[in-house]
């Protein structure tokens, strides 16, 4: 049984397609990154616009490289949400006419599920129940993973994601969009403890997050004199130490508290080459195995879409009618297990 998976909920156009047996056949991505850069950050119509121009022929060499007329696939994945609507609204209503077209169920995939299920695209794919770290541009959480659509959030960030904390700050010292990636460069240079930013919410029991505060912290760093370039990479490191002894520390509680055997570690941000080492240590600590997407699989991709939506299909999940689905929010927790697994 074959899919095609098409992602377009914020700035990356992807198509992709997998087979039940043989795994992932193809993955297409065409990112919009220098179409945003003049303004540092994500036009919402801009973004919706070229979605419009990229998806079809992202579609077309998706089902080329995978060697399957689109008479060979048995639905048709793409992300409902969440997102910006008009972008994923070009996805939705070309996922759903093309399954109209070809005779076959439309899936409508929840963005964060597919990142949650990165993971299945690999070799070692983790086992179930496992605890998941989920750090992208817009979430920040913490997430008992029992099972397809059986997800625990322990604790979410109350405002800024930890990859809007790391686009924010990077946009302050001055660093072109996206920021996060940037900042992670800038890093490498930057000295550890010379700027001792905030790391807030560690004082408190539980698992929730903040990461607002850090932006001002930059602000006035910033602000304070001119950096040079020995200043800004040290400010840069600082960010970097704050958000990843923050997740850590975290995800360390909840493996201690959980006690579960994996940890699952998605989403735009696990591609971090300092969190992961950090996070792979405490893993080793708490004797958990860990588990990260490849790093193309960590930022926004159909391939994800693509094994979500295969998932979902297998358990029966399509949607019932034509109307095509698009929703900014869609809170995580509000998924259902299939009901053949409930
Ligand atoms: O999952 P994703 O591609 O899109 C969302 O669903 O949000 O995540 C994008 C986020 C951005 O904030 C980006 O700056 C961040 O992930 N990111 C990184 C790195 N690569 C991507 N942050 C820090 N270090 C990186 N290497
Ligand atoms: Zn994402």
Redesign the pocket.
Known sequence: MRILGIES??D?SAAAVYDDRLGLLSHELFSQVDLHRVYGGVVPELASRDHVRRLLPLVRQALANADTPASGLAAVAYTAGPGLVGALLTGAALGHSLAYALGVPAVPVH?LEG?LLAPLLEDRPPPFPHLALLV????TMLIVVRGLGQYEVLGETRDD?A??A??KSAKLLGLPY????E??RLAEQGRSGVFAFPRPMLDREGFEFSFSGLKTAVLLAVREREPDAQRRADIARGVQDAIVDTLVTKTARALEATRLPALVVA???S???A?REALAGAARLHRAEIYFPRLEF???NAAMIAVAGMARLQQGATAADLAIQARAQWPLATLQAPTSMR
């Open positions: 909920s914020c990356e963005h990142h992208s541009g817009g979430h994601a990859g809007e790391f686009d996206p920021g996060g990636p900042l992670a989403g735009g941000v591609a971090n080459h969190l960590c930022t926004d």
